[in-house]
């Protein structure tokens, strides 16, 4: 299972496949405060177990055979509606942020993000015009992994982040402000966020 999801951090899904209790687990994550996306994996179909399922508190029930990118699809679907998204992307000024693992476009660029870059910018764009703290943020990317890094980590991408969207933007706007003492917020100085 991924981490319990709290205010402020990144959604990971929870994948369930077929078990003898999956009522149960659906029971006990709920009850236990867990707000994650819950996907049951399932190799038949019948209308009122899927029913009885999502009743539970599953946000989903798939059928195999599936291919990979169709369950990531249906997970970022379930993700950015729980961030109160329902297109794909989000616009804040000269940048469009996208919630189906494209890079970012600025001015009309592409900008071409690493691994660790897009999840903290994602984590951002998701909540978007919204203060996010370090830690937040750092337990969006790195949850309970027994690789965590320094915790200037955060710091450094967000460092790289600014630098990637001011060069890229016509206005050399960096789009992620610090919030002294509370964290950082990705925003526009003079556009308000739309969704398309």
Known sequence: LGPLLHPGQQTNAILLGECSDIRGHIRTLRSAGC??????????RNAKDTSDLLNLGADDVIVSPIRGTEVLSRTNSIIRRHYGHAAESVI??????????RDPVVSGSRIK?????YSVFQHLAL?????????????AIY??????PFD???DVYICKLRKKLASASDSGWQYIETVHGRGYKLSSPELPTEVV
């Open 143 to 148: 949850g309970t992994s027994i690789d965590q």
């Open 127 to 139: 909540n978007s015009n919204k203060v996010i703290s370090k830690d937040a943020i750092y337990d």
């Open 152 to 154: 200037k980590v955060i």
């Open 92 to 101: 804040v000024g000269e940048l469009t942020a996208y919630f189906d693992g």
């Open 35 to 44: 707000v994650n996306p819950v996907i049951v994996l399932r190799d038949f």
């Open 113 to 117: 993000l690493s691994k660790r870059e």
